[in-house]
DNA sequence: ACAGCCGTCTGACGGCTCGTCAGATACTCT
DNA sequence: AGAGTATCTGACGAGCCGTCAGACGGCTGT
């Protein structure tokens, strides 16, 4: 089953709108990446486009909703990711695991970033659409690692100071919010691959309790 | 030794203008609350500090001018954070200090949060303003933590594979991020009360290697 | 081939914010 | 009170936002 995809009026679109549609969200981001997340200007937009500023409020109401739809998109590439937490860890050489899914979160990230960043500042002050959107693409995740945790803790493995899911977000806010910080890091302090290395440590000892 | 204050164009300010400067930084943060990081106007800042637009600009080049010196004077709130850390963390027991500086840094980032995202923010994108001021910020928090595991690491509690100064800004990232987030998760998932002591726990594993 | 239709796109516009300037206003000192 | 300096402001050009009526162009039926 594949929605049709509306214009802002309502009605359904054809091929050539499809494709200027995606023309659009393709300059969008392109945009997010060059001028930053606080100086995206639509006008600009379209112009990389080669559209007409009106074209863009054609198929989103405003700049966030074309963001909404990048951040949608988004998706697709991080329900994967749940993959690679499946089976749990219960042994040292998981270890290796971890690290595999710490490198795979990276790449993700690495792509999708400033829609990622943009959708957090909307959700977080309360915009019901992003928080739906942030939602759908990290509660697989999250719920996923609270498993883990919860098996580890009637394992005897994790303490159960940890509530699972609290500890899972807490695993995702790290993730995220290093790999923004990365670059930056790495000029004063550690290498990424030391990042890397002790990203994969922490989380792997959170969900599965265990050290290497 | 007290830095004079400057206007744009370079005078030295005096005490009228100094309160003037100071309105319009007062009405900058209630905006930023108010309206939230992306949507603040130069405009509103001023009607709210009862000034002309032009005002503004006597005191900041542009917006993030303003923001900058908020996120100085956040400085101050978050210095005092370091001495919560000392002395290192070496016994269970110490596990109620972990907690106090876990419920610190919360009320910091509570009353700093709309100014610190937009800190990150320039920052993560590379404005060496905001970098600079970042690094000035956590550099404190993140050398006395770094410090913690590599002290752990030589009296054999915490695990070698962590690289201290990672280590330290994982543990940053965790804080800020999941704190962004404790809204939406109490909502969804565990209690604030169950994230301080999950986020407790294992700032307190990571930097002592201890469990409680 | 061509007329008519409908989906798609656009130029042009009012309204708003930005950032600047020259000049008005308020304070200080004699 | 008057001169001089510090501070503030109204008014403006430029640029972006979001909307509208209408232009364009491909398809359909004859």
Redesign the pocket.
Known sequence: MHEEML???G???????????Q?LLDATLTLLRRDGVLD???????RE???????????F???DAAILALAEAAIDDEAPLVDLLQPAWSTPADAARARAFVDAYATYWGEHYAVLVLRNLRADEGDVDFRSVRSRANLLLVRRMAEMVKLGQTEGRVTTMLDPFAAAAAMMAMLERLLAYQNELSRRGSSKAAQRETLTTILFHTLSGLTT
């Open positions: 214009a802002t009026d009605r359904i679109i054809g091929e050539r709108a499809i494709a200027t549609r023309r995206v200007k639509v006008v600009d937009i379209t486009a080669g559209a007409a500023p009106a074209t863009f409020y054609q198929y109401a405003d700049l």
